[in-house]
């Protein structure tokens, strides 16, 4: 049975940029590249980014050059810090406090991605303990996005990941060992961490179970793959064609991965992932 409070989270964790003051477009650095026209520093605002925090160029992000910027998502982090952290001050009407603004953002950035990941793995069927073990991280995560400015900037994040990192492990072996045998009927998916399939064909494949932790994936061909099961933790999609592609159960897919990717009506994705503008287009 789904836990439906986990699901819940999992799917509310989405961007209002209605109620943010433009932290992606400020607090991060940019390097100019295929994904951006410029260079930019970090604390520096975009060129673009007008006086409502708005992007005046947002129709046609990229045809401008800026493909990174419709692929970006901050999962929420950026109202969080706007409206809860800083309570409502805007760091253009209140300059005092944009430094401190904008060094906040990428840390409350990493602790959302952690409870995305935290919540999805609490929807899926776990022993007992891992269960236990996934609620209390993330009440413990919840607890660290709700601290003020000064408390945040002092977080030890790299220790906060640590023992986020082992439980998604231990939920991925968990989950697709059970998917393999009892789902799939077919033998455990292999394990491809890391590897550079860089451009590779993998069309029509029956990829289930595999895991892709950390393995790039960039230009690949993947069109009517079977990817259900799938461990996707920080694999590089970038380009990767997922055409008529089934990641309907996927783990740990993020919504800038499938951002970054190619795909169509036919590919299936999990329930808190949306298509891409740029898909239909």
């Given at each position: 049975m789904v836990n439906e409070t986990a699901k819940n989270i999992r799917e509310s964790l989405t961007a209002d940029c209605t109620k943010c003051y433009g932290l992606c477009c400020t607090a991060l650095n940019i390097a100019a590249s295929s994904d951006f026209a410029i260079n930019k520093t970090a604390g520096t605002p975009c060129p673009n980014l007008q006086g409502d925090y708005r992007c005046k160029i947002h129709k046609n992000l990229r045809e401008k050059g800026f493909?990174?910027?419709?692929?970006?998502?901050?999962?929420?982090?950026?109202?969080?810090?706007?409206?809860?952290?800083?309570?409502?001050?805007?760091?253009?009407?209140?300059?005092?406090?944009?430094?401190?603004?904008?060094?906040?953002?990428?840390?409350?950035?990493?602790?959302?991605?952690?409870?995305?990941?935290?919540?999805?793995?609490?929807?899926?069927?776990?022993?007992?303990?891992?269960?236990e073990q996934l609620n209390k991280q993330l009440e413990k995560l919840q607890s660290l996005t709700d601290m003020d400015a000064d408390r945040l900037l002092s977080l030890d994040i790299i220790g906060c990941r640590l023992p986020v990192n082992e439980l998604l492990l231990e939920t991925s072996e968990y989950i697709r060992t059970e998917l393999s045998s009892n789902v799939f009927a077919i033998k455990k998916g292999k394990k491809c961490r890391g590897f550079d399939w860089i451009g590779k064909n993998l069309a029509g494949k029956d990829l289930r179970t595999t895991d892709f932790r950390g393995t790039y994936l960039i230009a690949a061909d993947l069109r009517n793959t079977d990817l259900r099961g799938v461990d996707f933790i920080g694999a590089d999609l970038r380009d990767a064609n997922l055409s008529g592609a089934n990641l309907s159960t996927s783990m740990f897919l993020t919504q800038m991965q499938i951002n970054s990717a190619k795909g169509n009506d036919k590919t299936k994705l999990p329930s808190h992932i949306q298509p891409p503008s740029h898909w239909i287009d």
């Open positions: 493909k990174g910027c419709t692929v970006y998502d901050c999962l929420g982090a950026g109202q969080k810090v706007s409206q809860s952290t800083f309570n409502g001050q805007s760091w253009q009407e209140n300059p005092e406090v944009a430094e401190k603004m904008f060094s906040v953002f990428p840390v409350m950035e990493q602790l959302y991605e952690m409870i995305a990941f935290i919540s999805e793995a609490l929807t899926y069927e776990v022993s007992d303990s891992l269960k």
